[in-house]
Each structure stands twice: as C-alpha cells, then as structure tokens.
C-alpha cells in the first residue's frame, strides 16, 4: 500500500490545521494507521495511532489538541490539528506496518 499526505502548511500559533492520508487500496482491512512526526536532527515521534476498532491514542506531546479519525470508505487518514504551537513545527507522515514511508507533509507554525 502506497501513503500520500497533504494538509500541511504554514499557520500561526493557535491555528488549525486537518493533515489527510489517502491510500492507495482499502484500508478497513489495517488493523493500525498512525501519524508520526519529525524535525530536524531528532527521530520521528508518534503522534497518533487509530485501530481498525477505532480505538485512538496520543503521544504526550499532544494534551488534547489533536485528533485522529478514518474512513474507510474513502481509503483516508486524517488528523486535526488544533492550537498549534511553534514546537509542532514537523514534517508529518502517516505510517501502516507494510507501506514505506512517503514524502510527508509540511507543517509550519510560525507568527
């Protein structure tokens, strides 16, 4: 399965941003979707996984501001960002245990 992110972009503290994963075949079969995230000089971090049960959950980092959601129906990830800080400055990616890693996507936040 092929993983192609979007959504990101450039947005000042406090803002929102909604990252979409689209795949390339269905996903209601994956058991785990996740979102990661990485800068510069440091290894990636999750930042949040769904089930195929639809069971969420968060790295520490994200304190409520986030969430991650799917449908199955439009072979889609996504992920609400919400009260973005400078610190969630990050190329985002989304991961599945049998795809490779895609480009990502940008996500700036800046005043």
């Known amino acids: 399965v092929q993983l192609v992110e979007s959504g990101g972009g450039l947005v000042q503290p406090g803002g929102s941003l909604r990252l979409s994963c689209v795949a390339s075949e269905s996903i209601s079969g994956i058991w785990i979707m996740d979102w990661y995230r990485q800068t510069p000089g440091r290894q990636r971090e999750l930042v949040a996984r769904i089930t195929s049960g639809y069971s969420t959950s968060y790295g520490d980092f994200v304190k409520g501001r986030f969430t991650i959601s799917r449908d199955n129906a439009k072979n889609t990830v996504y992920l609400q960002m919400n009260n973005l800080q400078p610190e969630d400055t990050a190329v985002y990616y989304c991961?599945?245990?049998?795809?490779?890693w895609g480009q990502g996507t940008q996500v700036t936040v800046s005043s």
């Open positions: 991961k599945t245990k049998n795809a490779p």
